[in-house]
């Protein structure tokens, strides 16, 4: 892991309270993206990975007490992998530019629904965030079994999320100014430039 920094400390806040907040919205809005884990993404772009787990980890636990649902908890996996995979995205320079960033994303975007969809079909009937399940009603509504209406609105809505996802992150990336991407280890090479 990244030496254990004050900048690093308050970091791993920062990027839990762009989480909970981005997530919020999302909910609220019944929008069928997530955006939860903005701030995952961008701390693996910026420190590395271990340090984007213990975000992730750090969020999952947030959204748990906030909602006062330990549902939440059972999509930490899904949390943990994000945080590994972004990890991996960013050391091969996938926030060079926006094509790679937006095909980083969609490719966490399979994995991610791959993760969640039997946490989702499994433990909750295929009922969890408000945008994904209007999606999973509406494809049952048309005769698709709940199975592949589960994994169908999962993959809709992780594909789209986490595309979205990485294309922030690396607006914010290239938005960084100079003298503070030095600041972070793993920012020039996420970018590229290293």
């Not at 892991?1 to 806040?13: C, D, E, H, T, W």
């Not at 993404?41 to 984007?52: D, E, K, M, R, Y």
């Not at 906030?66 to 994000?82: E, H």
């Not at 789209?160 to 793993?186: G, I, N, Q, W």
Request: aromatic share 8%.
């Amino acid at each position: 892991m990244a030496r254990l920094s004050s900048r690093l400390l308050a970091l791993i806040p920062l990027a839990v309270g762009i989480n909970l907040a981005l997530g919020k919205f999302a909910s609220a809005t019944s929008l069928p993206l997530f955006l939860d884990t903005v701030g995952t993404v961008l701390v693996a772009a910026l420190v590395g990975p271990a340090a984007a787990v213990v975000t992730g980890l750090v969020s999952q636990t947030a959204f748990t007490i906030v909602d006062g649902k330990l549902m939440w908890m059972a999509f930490l996996p899904v949390q943990l992998g994000i945080a590994l995979y972004a990890g991996l995205a960013a050391r091969y320079r996938m926030f060079a530019s926006p094509l790679r960033a937006v095909a980083s994303g969609l490719g966490l975007g399979v994995i991610a629904a791959t993760l969640s969809w039997p946490i989702s079909l499994l433990l909750f009937g295929g009922v969890t965030a408000s945008g994904v399940t209007l999606v999973t009603t509406a494809l049952t509504a048309v005769g698709v079994p709940l199975r592949w209406a589960v994994y169908g609105a999962s993959l809709s809505s992780d594909l789209l999320d986490k595309a979205v996802t990485f294309l922030l992150v690396y607006v914010v990336l290239e938005a960084l100014p100079r003298r503070m991407a030095v600041r972070f280890p793993a920012a020039d090479r996420s970018r590229g430039r290293a």
